[in-house]
């Protein structure tokens, strides 16, 4: 068993930076692939970024095209953390924030098998 708590939304203007956190319990957090996801209003759950077990060495780093180059994912396995950093935010990065552990594909929210309970973001233009 997995539960995640998010942390870190807020209302920033277009042009800054938010850092999310999201800090999980249980001793299996090594194991997971972490993600972060978004949901806007009236829009679907669509997948932001990803990070393997190991931190993303070897590769092990997915990103949405929409954040790439803007956000970064990163985790700290000792601290059972996973972050994203967040710069150059726009009105459309406005949404709810979730975090999710999952064993298998990181880009499908159907694969997930534990989330949060969400974190707003408000980007202001």
């Known amino acids: 068993q997995v539960q995640l708590v998010e942390s870190g939304g807020g209302l920033v203007q277009a042009g800054g930076s938010l850092r999310l956190s999201c800090a999980a319990s249980?001793?299996?957090?090594?194991?997971?692939?972490m993600g972060w996801f978004r949901q806007a209003q009236g829009k679907e759950r669509e997948f932001v970024a990803a990070?393997?077990?190991?931190?993303?060495?070897?590769?092990?780093?997915y990103y949405a095209d929409s954040v790439k180059g803007r956000f970064t994912i990163s985790r700290d396995n000792a601290k059972n953390t996973v972050y994203l950093q967040m710069n150059s935010l726009k009105p459309e990065d406005t949404a709810v924030y979730y975090c999710?552990?999952?064993?298998?594909?990181?880009?499908?929210?159907?694969?997930?098998?534990?989330w949060g309970q969400g974190t707003q973001v408000t980007v202001s233009s």
């Open positions: 999710g552990a999952t064993r298998h594909v990181v880009t499908l929210k159907g694969l997930y098998d534990y």
């Open positions: 249980g001793r299996t957090f090594s194991s997971y692939r």
């Open positions: 990070i393997t077990p190991s931190g993303g060495s070897g590769g092990g780093l």
